[in-house]
């Protein structure tokens, strides 16, 4: 668990995405985000989501962060 709540391998951040993962039922509650297998579905899902609104993979890493900076940009150096 990171210093801002963010769970899992992927860093769910469970107080932002409760509601909504919930309803569409990859979840059911903030334990099951330790679940390698439900916290890469809810990443998947989030990634999806934010994609439907900025389509450029720079965009969509960078909500994904929190719009961290220095995340999505790391991220995009190590595709190269």
């Known amino acids: 668990v990171s210093k801002k ?18 309803k569409v039922g990859i979840i ?3 334990k ?3 679940n390698i297998h439900k916290n890469m579905k809810a990443s998947h899902y989030i990634l999806v989501k934010y994609g439907l609104y900025s389509k450029p993979l720079e965009e969509v890493l960078y ?18």
Do not use: C
């Open 5 to 22: 709540g963010a769970i899992g391998i992927n860093q769910i951040r469970f107080s932002i995405w409760r509601d909504e993962l919930k």
């Open 63 to 80: 909500r994904y962060s929190g719009g961290k900076d220095d995340y999505y940009l790391k991220v995009m150096e190590e595709m190269k």
């Open 28 to 30: 059911r509650n903030k």
């Open 32 to 34: 099951e985000l330790f």
